[in-house]
């Protein structure tokens, strides 16, 4: 049996924010909403169950997604509209700039939960392709 990644909870402070604002910008759909979880659910079936915890208890984590280059196109200028700040690097050093690593392009946001969010068009490493 090949090991896949099925699906994994994402802590927000409000489920339903957290969701749509992924989605928003991933162009996604919002699936059904299950017990307490809304889910998104990727391309190569991995689902994002968003769950609503306190938000003291949230430890931000990461989240990368590897799109097109046409979906970054889009993506990128939904984060422009929006007016969300973004980064070329997961520290924040280069606001508002692209990174260009393994000859794609790439940038990091953050969810409305703190977690950090960023799509890549290439891989890193050439891993993953």
Known sequence: ??????HTIVHARDNRESAEFLAGILGLEIGQEWGPFIPLTTANGVTLDF?????ESITPQHYAFLVSEAE?????ARIQELGAPYYADPHGKHPGEINHNDGGRGIYFTDPAGHGMEIITRPYGGYGS
């Open 1 to 6: 049996m090949s090991v896949k990644l099925n």
């Open 72 to 76: 970054f196109d889009t993506a990128y």
């Open 51 to 55: 769950a609503a915890i306190p938000a």
